[in-house]
């Protein structure tokens, strides 16, 4: 079975800095991993995807995440945070052929001003 | 183009009552998603449906939660009777589903915000 991991209950960072919220999973051949934002009472948004090819995924609002698959890792970055970026962000993973997504705990991301 | 809707967006009932919440996908979207988010934990699936047919609902309770998607469209998720720990948010999603690549992003609606007391 699936699984994904988010190590992090929240992570603080001051505006202007890189950020780096982790995501490590575990699935059965290649995996499709996702990432998902959520803003307080709304739904998610979707911010990225790796299906295949170059393991540098570029996204919404300025967002990258980076496929390791040696290390099992798909870790969102962004290089200057913003007040704005504060929110929950999910990690999702998706085997490869048909199985149901499983999403991480979640990650509160605090930008500092 | 309109995002997924559901409704109501705040429910509040007494446990062993029933309740049931709609969500409308964006449209021409042929795979819908129903979601329990418990507070503090990520989006768990209940079920989902492809067009009006059910592909997954291995972690729906069925003893008390039904899902519908009658005419490929619209759907409903009903919960009766209601427990305590169902106290939740609940999302729909939808994707375009249309290869049946199930790697197709999922887009989410504002969610139902479920309190049972």
């Known amino acids: 079975a699936q699984s994904v991991a988010q190590p992090e209950d929240q992570v603080n960072v001051a505006e202007g800095n890189p950020l780096t919220v982790k995501c490590t999973y575990s699935?059965?051949?290649?995996?499709?991993l996702f990432w998902y934002v959520q803003y307080p009472n709304r739904g998610l948004q979707f911010l990225l995807k790796?299906?295949?090819?170059?393991?540098l995924v570029k996204g919404s609002y300025g967002f990258e995440a980076e496929f390791n698959k040696s290390q099992t890792s798909f870790h969102l970055k962004k290089p200057s945070a913003l007040v704005s970026d504060s929110a929950l962000y999910f990690c999702a993973v998706l085997p490869g052929g048909y199985q149901k997504v499983t999403f991480g705990t979640g990650t509160k991301l605090q930008v500092i001003p | 183009e309109a995002g997924v809707a559901q409704s109501p967006r705040y429910k509040i009932i007494e446990k062993r009552q029933s309740v049931a919440f709609w969500c409308n996908p964006i449209?021409?979207?042929?795979?819908l998603y129903w979601y329990q988010q418990i507070l503090g934990q990520g989006p768990k699936l209940l079920i989902q449906f492809q067009n009006n047919g059910v592909v997954d609902d291995s972690q729906l309770p069925k003893d008390r939660f039904s899902a519908e998607r009658l005419k490929g469209v619209d759907s409903t998720l009903k919960i009766q009777p209601a427990k305590l720990e169902d106290s939740a948010v609940y999302l729909c999603a939808s994707s375009l589903g249309t290869s049946g690549s199930f790697q197709e992003t999922q887009y989410f609606g504002p969610g139902t915000r479920l309190l049972v007391l």
């Open positions: 790796y299906i295949t090819g170059d393991n």
């Open positions: 449209s021409g979207h042929a795979t």
């Open positions: 699935v059965s051949g290649n995996p499709y």
